[in-house]
């Protein structure tokens, strides 16, 4: 799972909401405990992770209002591509530009928008959560509200730690357990985080080689297509058709060019053959239009929301300047 609005920066203050469990949390635990020894876990694991686990009331609160729906593309857009962001996306980059050249080269996947999914995800790292990633789960797992979605996250959280990649005082992520600096759900940690210093371990918190190669990997094995970008802004027609702006409809660029879809500036789109693209307009057919790509899909698996994947695309090609 990932987060509609990254960063946990648009969440305020929030009222006590009431739990759905149905049993305490002690009865749970026992119950959990035994599912996952059935499922691999070691003893030695759940013993340790588990030392002075209680749920938070705070994260029940977080998970019963999220801001979705709450601000427009624009407020977003100004919150998450400031800049502050493109110009240390910048600096970053250069500053790690051999390691992150490697890693592009190795997975197809162009540096910016490793830097980008970075910067917006965690601020470069800066903000990864500080919530222990086990109580987390836990108190979501007990939790009515999606139960066996957190159960399955949770048991793949202490797999991590069973495995040696992290230890317990240092597995630390956002309220809903996303974690490290490009802040993978365990399941999507055990799906695409690899090594990327060779040191046997998969450490999204503190490595950088493993965080930028475990980015890549997720986007490679995505579908990502080296030979595209993830999209353009575009200037719509005035008779252009409000349907028609929905990912679900896919044409070829040269019919868009047809019916009047343009570059910002007036000039004609460039038209590649056999290609076909959708056009996006997060705040309405009166707001910005983004003519966009087979990798923006890839991003969206990343994160399903239209405000973050163009988000994405658009720090990507302000840091790649």
Do not use: C
């Not at 624009?74 to 790690?96: A, E, F, M, S, T």
């Not at 919530?131 to 159960?151: E, W």
């Not at 056999?274 to 057919?285: E, F, L, Q, Y």
């Amino acid at each position: 799972m990932k987060k509609l609005l990254s960063l946990g920066i648009f969440i305020g203050l929030l009222t006590p909401a009431t739990a759905l469990a149905e049993k305490s949390f002690e009865s749970w635990l026992v119950d959990f405990k035994k599912e996952a020894i059935a499922k691999g876990v070691s003893e030695q694991t759940l013993n340790q992770s588990f030392q002075g686990v209680k749920p938070i009331p705070r994260i029940i609160e977080l998970d019963r209002k999220q801001p979705e729906g709450t601000m427009t593309f624009d407020q977003y857009r100004k919150r998450v591509i400031n800049n502050d962001r493109i110009q240390q996306g910048r600096r970053l980059y250069q500053k790690h530009r051999a390691l992150l050249d490697k890693t592009a080269q190795k997975y197809g996947v162009p540096a910016p928008y490793i830097v980008a999914l970075w910067g917006i995800e965690t601020s470069y790292g800066n903000n990864t959560g500080g919530f222990g990633v086990i109580n987390a789960l836990a108190t979501l797992a007990h939790d009515g509200r999606r139960s066996s979605f957190f159960t399955r996250e949770l048991i793949n959280a202490l797999k991590i730690l069973d495995a040696g990649h992290i230890s317990h005082s240092n597995m630390k992520g956002s309220w809903a357990g996303a974690m490290g600096q490009n802040q993978f759900m365990p399941s999507s940690f055990h799906a695409f985080a690899v090594d990327g210093n060779g040191d046997g371990k998969r450490d999204i918190w503190t490595s950088l080689p493993d965080v930028f190669a475990s980015t890549a990997n997720y986007l490679s094995t995505s579908g990502w297509k080296e030979d595209q970008r993830w999209g353009r802004e575009v200037k719509l027609p005035k008779k252009f058709k409000k349907s028609d702006a929905d990912l679900k409809i896919t044409k070829p660029l040269s019919e868009w060019k047809s019916v009047g879809v343009k570059m910002p500036d007036g000039k004609p789109i460039p038209v590649v053959e056999g290609m076909k693209a959708s056009v996006v307009t997060p705040d309405g057919i009166n707001g910005p239009a983004y003519l966009v790509y087979d990798n923006y899909r890839v991003i969206m698996k990343w994160n399903k929301s239209t405000y973050f994947a163009t988000s994405v695309g658009l720090l990507a090609d302000s840091i790649a300047q």
